[in-house]
């Protein structure tokens, strides 16, 4: 399989889980986050998927395509590891989709800074809300869900967060 | 459709040119030329689809991922208007596939760039060669082919260069 191969599997996964994941919320209020906006793709086919809903967004520095840059007061300028912290006022647990995909370029990085984040994410995350993410993440509030048929087993990855204070 | 959606058809519709491409020159001696590297992907792509042959790459400066940096007599550093130019020398008419995908972001851009570099391609190919393009070109020497069942007309475009020397 050459890079190529493989980075279309992983948009095909990425856009399938989302996809997924839209509908798993659907009957749940609130908001969704992504992490990191990059060239703004993925943020665009969020817009698509939820039209209705505030989608925010955070990123360092914003050097997205020209029509794909968020609103100004939904966007959470500067390093995650401060924003996500600086989110749980703003965002409470309000947060029923976010989707996490650092694509540092460098696998370890990636796991490891998406270990780093997924404790600062998922007290945003309403009971019942869905995590979409690109490395795995190891935390026990967070239950791996079933991918979609298209997607191999670790090419993506879904959890649902149902929090202890929930009969969910 | 979002510019999710766009992106990964068109990244499809790539290889899916290129795959056909490379069974059309199966039968035809020659090298391949990839104009613009990029971060790689479509250069390893070709390397695994065309094992036994050069694959020349033209590109400003590199800035590809580590393991899809190609050996340095094989690239063509500098303004591709420049090393086109300089690379008759070197390469003769012994391309016998050509892969042009400036992909500036811009459409207008692309298509301009894909204007001025046609000409310079053109005389690098050998007869039956054939030119896998983004950006459509319009070039009395190259004949439009078929695309593969899989892509809409429009989205990726492949020619066929057939020299009038040629009886072929």
């Known amino acids: 399989m050459s890079r190529l191969d493989s980075f279309i599997r992983r948009l095909e ?12 919320v659907a009957e749940l209020d609130g908001d969704v986050l992504e992490l ?7 943020y665009d086919h969020l817009r698509q ?12 520095r914003v050097a997205a395509h020209p029509e ?15 924003t996500l912290q600086a989110a749980r006022v703003l965002l409470g647990r309000q947060v029923v989709l976010a989707h996490l995909d650092p694509a540092t370029g460098e696998r370890a990085a990636s796991g490891a800074l998406a270990a780093e984040l ?3 994410i998922v007290p945003l995350l309403r009971s019942g809300g869905v995590l979409v993410s690109e490395p ?14 298209s997607v191999a087993p670790g090419r ?10 929930s009969s969910a």
């Open 68 to 82: 794909c840059i968020p609103p100004a007061e939904l966007l959470l300028l500067g390093d995650m590891r401060d």
């Open 136 to 149: 795995a993440i190891n935390q026990v509030a967070l239950t791996p869900l079933p991918l979609p048929d």
């Open 156 to 165: 993506y990855n879904l959890y649902r967060f149902v929090s202890c204070q």
């Open 36 to 42: 990191g906006l990059g060239n703004g793709r993925t």
């Open 13 to 24: 996964a990425q856009r399938a889980c989302l996809d997924l994941a839209a509908c798993l």
């Open 118 to 120: 997924a404790p600062l």
């Open 49 to 60: 998927l939820f039209p209705g809903r505030r989608i925010y967004v955070c990123e360092r």
